[in-house]
């Protein structure tokens, strides 16, 4: 089974009990400043979840694209990726655990004809305090669906410490197939007092590998050695926070994702995700650009071929973002820039062989996520451009390590040529051995290790906040995000769209398309038109549309869903006699999930602090409301 298969069968699947089936998001989160990218399956339907109400219904599916900053370390290990698709099913107060595993396993094991013998489950094994109890419902739930498939499922020891440690018992994975974990098996958005939380249930192949007890004397489900492998989870949203506590919900959540590659890998009995068809193509190209043989070289080439095509899917985005110093394109210059280094490893001397990569991705996902091909020629402008800039600083690179060759490396000096010129460990230490001298790798990892530290720090601080608070004040500067983006189509013309957002009680941050700096008149003019759409006291209205009926009615918005649901358009404008909105001279439209002021009228006075250039063909503006 192809991985086009794989994403259909379980579309189709889902859509057969019930769901709808919605797009993918975008991959660069709109209106919410708590994370660079979308990060999960569940990450854009937090407001729904949270509201329980979604224009397609209280059932959804979808295959949504998702990046994870911290797993580029990860890359290497035949079973980690930076990008990847989340299957998700979602149940927004509707079916809850029964249905939920039962629907999973019939999946697994009717529709992909998986093993049941090869799967194992975990589960919540209740809070140390003692108030939220053990999800024995789960585990008798999933003893009853076992034995449907012929499998006799008890219970294995609890681990109520450190889940990657296990219980420090032998297990017997012959008969015990359910075991209960504490830090492992309980979810929950955040801190704050109303978000929502609950335990969840992994699902776990085991591949058959040896154990390897270097990670521990024995084996078990959350095992770090590579025997078992999460496939899937089944998160039950059952609890809200209060102040003194989280209380069960009366209409309860399930959300559920499953990783496409790894389903992928089992499906297809390998031993890597780099041999799946979402990356053998690339792969069979780098082994031309390079003339080395994928086997003898996988970290090499599972990092090339990882970062180039999440790359791919971040600039190829249709919110896409190019290379920079700054949030997001730092991310990209990262990959590439990384991509690159263990491409001349590969002893790939190509010029311009970053789109060479692209391009094959381009072509495998162009039936499934149709931006990439649509944006192709933008995708690879911006490879090109970096790689001809990251070369000129190799180059540099090289100068300086000749300058500190004349002796051992120390750790300071060594993650300076990997900080400011992109030189990795492997490439200083290749260098320094040619002349026959050591570096300080124990200095290094020091080094690195306070850099990692303090850019958790500052990331911390930085995406603090954003529409993550629907509080008013927030509320009220979201609204007036949608009043900026209409104002500046109107002075600078129709190419303008937005590409991205930060918005907290305090300031609106929006970035939007444009290749000019913004004269003094234009920003008095974006000014004036917003506040003048304020006086204008605008009844602020919200229906729910099809993708079509939308893009006809002229709201804003990304029209890429080949599947028609339906979505809420927000409308600022004038009331006609019959008390229904003047859509014909709207001051503004626009697809968005929500919160939003119900008239402009208690906005305030719109004031643009500053205008400025946030990354290629993209500006900024930075604005407050004034009481």
Known sequence: MNANELRQKYLDFFKAQGHAVIPSASLIPENDSTLLFTNSGMFPLVPYLLSGSHPAGVRLVDSQKSFRTEDIDEVGDSRHNTFFEMLGNWSLGDYFKEEQLSWWFEFLFVELKIDPSRIYQTVYAGSEDGKISKDNEAVAILQKIFAKYGINASEGPMTVGKGALGSGQQLDFSSQRIFAYRDKNWWQRGDAVGELGGPDSETFYDTGKEHNKAFGEFCHPNCDCGRFLEIGNSVFMQYQKFADGWKELANKNVDFGGGLERILMVLNNQDSIFKTDLFTRAIVRIEELSGKKYEDNKRAFEVVADHLKAATFIVGDDRGVPPSNTDQGYIVRRLLRRAIRYGRQLGIVQEKWLKEIA???????????????????????????????????????????????????????????YQSYGFPLEITEELAAEKGIKVDQEGFAAELAKHQELSRTASAGKFKGGLADSSEETTKLH???????????????????????????????????????MTPEQIAKAEELVNGAIAAKLPVTCEELS?????????????????????????????????????????????CGGPHVNNTGILGKFKIQKEESSSAGVRRIKAVLEA
């Not at 609204?479 to 305090?506: D, F, M, P, W, Y």
């Open 479 to 517: 609204t007036a995000a949608h009043l900026l983006l209409a104002a500046l189509r109107q002075v600078l013309g129709e190419h303008v769209t937005q590409k991205g957002s930060n918005i907290t009680a305090e300031r609106l941050r929006f970035d939007f398309s444009h290749n000019e700096k």
């Open 547 to 591: 993708l079509g009926e939308a893009k006809e009615r002229g709201a804003m918005g990304v029209f890429d869903s080949k599947y028609g649901e339906r979505v809420k358009v927000y409308t600022a404008s004038q009331l006609l006699s019959d008390g229904t909105p003047d859509f014909k001279s709207a001051f503004s439209q626009e697809i």
């Open 359 to 417: 391009s094959v991705f381009v072509e495998d996902y162009q039936s499934a996520y149709p931006e990439l091909t649509k944006n192709h020629d933008f995708i690879f402008e911006e490879f090109d451009k970096e790689e001809e800039k990251f070369n000129r600083t190799l180059e540099k690179g090289i100068i300086e390590f000749n300058k500190l060759a004349s002796a051992d490396i120390n750790g300071q000096d060594a993650f300076r040529l």
